[in-house]
Structures are given as structure tokens and as C-alpha cells.
């Protein structure tokens, strides 16, 4: 079910960045100048779930052996917002050019892996829209 779902997620943020970024196909490699910007930006909502049979001072010593707060978050890639969430783990919202995200990606898989199990989520801002239905109600 695992498989099916991360093929599913991974489906639908290649969709988002067909979307938002329609000249994808030409990009080739990150470039370290991208910046996210309405017509480039994608945001990805991370959550990374502790391995819970594990205590949480070897999964720390696990990320810094692994270089993940070194390598996360990589520059010119905004934290929308960084929680915790008890029980599951941290949930990360990140901007970024839709070209970078294989970097991002690669980050996790090379860094965060085996500390932490990973869920990918293609996001929006929501917020103005929910804000501003909500005033037109009263």
C-alpha cells in the first residue's frame, strides 16, 4: 500500500509542476540562483514520521551522522512553517522552484531516511480564501 500511495503522491507533484512550471522539461539541473516565484514556486508539505521503536536521542544521532540539519533546509528554499506534531513527528511546509525539487527530495533520501519515514504533499495557501469566505458569512 506504501508503494501505491508514494506512487500516487509523486504522480500528483508532477502534475503540480507541469502546472506551474511549463517549461520543466528544459530544466536539466538545480540552479542555485532559482528563486521561488509566483510563476516558478511550488509549495510541498513534508511530513517526516519518527520511527517510534526507536528512541528520539538515536534518531537525532542518526540525522547528524546522515548531515540532515546541515543539508536542510538548502538555500534559496523557504520554510513556509516547521511543527512538531506529537505522535507522528515534524511537518514541514516548504516554497521552492518547481526545478529544484529533485535537490530537495534527494535531501531526504540521502539524510533523513531511516531517522525518519517520509510523506510528500503538494500544498497551497489556503488561508486569504478560507479568511475571507469566512467574513463574507458573517
Not at 32 to 59: C, W, Y
Not at 71 to 79: D, H, I, L
Not at 101 to 121: D, K
Amino acid at each position: 500500500m506504501g508503494r501505491v500511495k508514494r506512487l500516487l503522491t509523486t504522480s500528483a507533484i508532477l502534475g503540480s509542476m507541469i502546472i506551474f512550471n511549463s517549461d520543466i522539461g528544459a530544466q536539466t539541473a538545480p540552479s542555485d540562483a532559482a528563486t521561488p516565484t509566483p510563476d516558478n514556486a511550488v509549495m510541498i508539505t513534508v511530513f517526516l514520521k519518527h520511527d517510534q521503536s526507536r528512541p528520539l536521542g538515536e534518531l537525532n544521532a542518526q540525522l547528524e551522522r546522515q548531515g540532515f540539519y546541515k543539508a536542510f533546509p538548502p538555500p534559496g528554499v523557504e520554510v513556509v512553517s516547521w511543527y512538531v506534531m506529537m505522535g507522528v513527528g515534524q511537518v514541514v511546509t516548504l516554497r521552492l522552484p518547481a526545478s529544484r525539487l529533485r535537490e530537495v527530495n534527494r535531501i531526504f533520501e540521502t539524510a533523513a531516511w531511516g531517522a525518519y519515514h517520509t510523506e510528500f504533499y503538494p500544498t497551497y495557501d489556503y488561508k486569504p480564501i478560507g479568511i475571507a469566505n469566512h467574513e463574507r458569512a458573517q
